[in-house]
């Protein structure tokens, strides 16, 4: 079984260079036995990058898994307060590029009707959406969604594929949003490893709607893995949210591409 | 292959295990690398969900498959409960029964609480406790509170470790009725300085304790801190450019967070023979 990351970044991590930075998080993804890594955004972020940083986010990303096509995939990042800007990125990142995602981050709450038109070219294009959600009893960003807003948005694409990152943050409240919502699946990146939360992924949404994914440079391997690894699952549901439930969602986009998954 | 590569290696095949049949799994838990002492573990129920180790027995099976041979044990009881004596004694009760001598009981002390002096005179003389586990965000105080330094100088006249535990939980998901800030160190470093003999152990620190507050605190030599709630890639490798290695401890806050998580950090960061036994065992055998 090869363990598929669905959630990496180049910032937070060592390396003058995409690709050596891209290069530094592969030694640690052998160490841990991750195979694969899916990339998205710069090596510095910005919550409301202009067209020139889309862009230029974008390029880090293209040069980071040319280095290393066997190891990663691409997401695009996309700002919906940019629309035809964003058009243009999905058309060169993954129309005519290798990317075969999609990631929003808090530009904008994504219930806004500024995304439908990404989220109906990238379905077109047959790229996994991955949309970041929180639900922070401390408050959230301006326009940082929550799991609410996604199932908003996914109900007027059914035929989409969403991620909601983070489970939401807040997953017991995340987990319960999305569940009833086929076509958004949990990520279990990037919050603390804490017990249970893969446990009632499963049972709430079913294993195959459940995705490792890292969160790192922010995170560490060790305590993202732990979330499955740690569980009380049986190890068929592991092998599922390793790895098998990514490739079975990006296999489509990866073979029309020519990647043999 | 030296003694690292190994346990990396046999720590990697469980990973890879752990997708696997149980049977396979325990066959390729750690045996290698001496013993492994976890300084932050909680018995009991967290007050807002229950966890799927939250039983002490089967918070020992987990431990024990991946080799920890001691664990220090508080109570989630110590967060909220008034009465601190029954919880503790429940702690030690649970602490006598359950494990086979694995976990040793840290009994939960108020310093602001009315009589908190016959709490940690019963945690030595009845319950044989070595350590005890205070909750300041919790509870309420600051460490700055005048009670801090009289609780460091009777336990250090007890030979007690102090354990701090910073955080308990991220505090941009906490249970509306039942958010705390981090507790904040700063008290601590003049505190410690001023009871010769002080040993403490923050735990859950290396989040929201970095940087300056950390050398400060390192700089007393008298503080030590666990790696639960390092993150980043590669964290513990990061960390020991601050924090000196035999002042860095394994602590996984089970059942809080699953414990792979620090059993990993072991494996993630590139470590050398000596850090890796250090901060397995060898650290903690000189504090305790």
């Known amino acids: 079984m090869e363990i598929w990351d669905l959630h990496a970044h180049l910032s937070g991590v060592p390396g003058d260079t995409p690709e050596a930075r891209l290069g530094h998080l592969l030694e640690y993804a052998d160490r841990m036995g991750v195979g694969r890594l899916c990339v998205f955004m710069g090596m510095e972020w910005s919550y409301d990058p202009t067209p020139e940083k889309l862009r230029e986010d974008n390029d880090q990303v293209l040069r980071a898994i040319r280095a290393y096509p066997e190891r990663a995939f691409g997401f695009v990042y996309l700002n919906p307060r940019h629309t035809q800007a964003s058009l243009d990125e999905l058309n060169r990142c993954v129309r005519d590029g290798p990317m075969v995602g999609v990631k929003l981050w808090v530009a904008e709450r994504c219930h806004s009707a500024s995304l439908d038109p990404l989220v109906e070219r990238a379905r077109e294009l047959g790229a996994l959406i991955f949309q970041h959600t929180w639900i922070k009893i401390t408050g959230n960003l301006p326009g940082e969604s929550t799991p609410m807003d996604l199932v908003a948005l996914a109900k007027r694409h059914p035929t989409a594929n ?18 009833a919502h086929p076509n958004v699946h949990a990520d279990l990146g990037g919050g603390d490893p804490a017990a249970g939360l893969t446990e009632m992924a499963v049972r709430e949404l079913g294993v195959d709607r459940v995705l490792y994914g890292s969160d790192i440079g922010g995170r560490s391997f060790a305590s993202q893995l732990a979330k499955v690894h740690g569980a009380e699952l049986s190890a068929a549901s592991k092998r599922a949210i390793l790895g098998e439930n990514l490739r079975r969602l990006l296999s489509p986009i990866l073979n029309a591409k020519g990647v043999k998954t | 292959m030296n003694r690292r590569d190994f346990l990396a290696g046999t720590m990697t095949t469980a990973l890879a295990a752990s997708a696997m049949t149980p049977q396979a799994r325990g066959r390729a838990a ?17 007050p807002t969900r229950r966890l799927p180790l939250d039983s002490a027995e089967r918070l020992a099976r987990k431990l024990r498959e991946h080799g920890v041979q001691q664990a220090w044990a508080g109570t989630f009881d110590g967060l909220l409960h008034k009465d601190l004596g029954t919880a503790n004694a ?3 009760e649970t602490c006598r029964r359950v494990g086979g001598g694995l976990f040793k009981a840290r009994g939960s002390v108020d310093p602001t609480r009315p009589d908190w002096e016959d709490e940690v005179r019963r945690c030595v003389d009845v319950h044989r406790m070595r350590g005890i586990r205070l909750h300041p965000n919790y509870h309420g105080y600051r460490l700055d509170h005048p009670a801090m330094g009289a609780l460091l100088k009777v336990a250090a006249a007890a030979r007690l470790i102090v354990e701090i535990a910073v955080v308990m939980e991220d505090e941009r998901m906490m249970h509306p009725l039942m958010r705390v800030e981090p507790v904040d160190t700063a008290p601590l470093p003049d505190l410690i300085r001023a ?39 590669g964290g513990i490798r990061a960390i020991l450019d601050q924090v000196p290695r035999d002042r860095l401890l394994f602590g996984s806050h089970a059942p809080l967070f699953y414990f792979e998580s620090a059993w990993l950090k072991l494996v993630e960061s590139s470590l050398a023979d000596r850090e890796l036994e250090s901060i397995r065992w060898k650290a903690v055998q000189a504090l305790d």
């Open chain 1, 162 to 179: 969403f991620v909601c990152g983070h489970s939401g943050g807040d997953w017991e409240m995340g987990l319960r949003a999305i569940r």
């Open chain 2, 90 to 92: 429940r702690l030690a």
């Open chain 2, 30 to 46: 750690p045996k290698a690398g001496g013993p492994l002492v976890d300084v932050n573990v909680t018995l009991g129920q967290w």
């Open chain 2, 195 to 233: 009871v010769p003999g002080s040993r403490v152990v923050l735990l859950n620190a290396l989040r929201t304790v970095r940087a300056k507050p950390l050398l400060e605190l390192m700089a007393t030599g008298s503080v030590w801190v666990e790696v639960s709630m390092i993150e980043g890639l």
